[in-house]
């Protein structure tokens, strides 16, 4: 089976400042795969070692600043066979429907004959849980999302959605897009020999070969308005007066 894995690589959150005015200054973020992605890797890395004779290949949409040597080596360290990645300014600020169209290109020009295509629950940075939709309507094939586990039967994916009171069964046909959740598998570490042999693996950068069409222009992005603190000065030894105030402000 030909398994892509759709990989987003964002600025590392932990890197990310709040200026005075409010503005994220992402001078000292460096790029690094989405954490929910992580998950979708190690998915596609255990659903091909279930199906002998799986490749898995990946493919990412990114802004040309995220064109970043050691997330590229990352994502093939994680059980990754070749990577496709796409590169345009303009996927900073594009939306799931721009990023969708971007990765159909990679998908019919690169792996036009794919079984399956694995996203993660979201982005690290933005969320929106919709690239995985768009994608599959993009490519006309059905779409199913917080998949928790994946099953090969013939031309056919068997996938389980665990909800709050029961499991879903649900039987996909092939070829397919699938969301996973974050349960469906614990990341994998990648050690020193993966790395290393991360470094021989093919990849492919290319700037994108659609127009990135952003309808929606972003014209600020600022952290919340911290409102002020409140407080409340009591006199030394007044301790019912401050119980009294705790219970009120507990309520």
């Known amino acids: 089976m030909k398994i892509v894995v759709a990989v987003k690589v964002v600025p590392d959150d932990q890197d990310i400042f709040v200026s005075p005015d409010r503005s994220l200054d992402y001078s000292k973020a460096k790029p690094k795969i989405s954490e929910y992605d992580k998950n979708a890797l190690e998915a596609a890395a255990q659903f091909a070692a279930a199906n002998d004779g799986s490749q898995v290949i990946a493919i990412s949409a990114v802004p040309a600043k995220n064109d970043d040597t050691k997330a590229k080596q990352n994502i093939l360290a994680l059980g990754v066979d070749e990577l496709f990645m796409a590169t345009d300014d303009a996927l900073e600020t594009a939306d799931s429907y721009a990023t969708a169209q971007v990765l159909k290109n990679i998908v019919e020009t690169k792996v036009p004959d794919y079984d399956v295509i694995i996203c993660g629950d979201g982005s690290a940075d933005l969320y929106a849980g919709q690239v995985n939709i768009q994608l599959a309507a993009a490519l006309g094939v059905p779409t199913i999302n917080e998949v928790t586990s994946l099953t090969a039967e013939g031309d056919k994916l068997v996938v389980e959605r665990t909800l709050d009171e029961e499991v879903e ?61 409140k407080n409340q000065i009591f006199e030394e030894g007044d301790i019912d007066a401050f119980v009294a105030a705790v219970a009120e402000a507990l309520k």
């Open 169 to 229: 069964e649900i039987e996909v046909p092939l070829p397919a897009v699938v969301s996973v959740s974050p349960d469906i598998a614990t990341p994998r570490i990648a050690g020193m020999r993966d790395i290393l042999a991360a470094k021989k693996k093919p990849q492919t950068v290319e700037a994108a070969a659609v127009p990135v069409d952003v309808k929606v222009d972003v014209e600020e992005i600022k952290a919340p308005e911290l409102a002020p603190r």
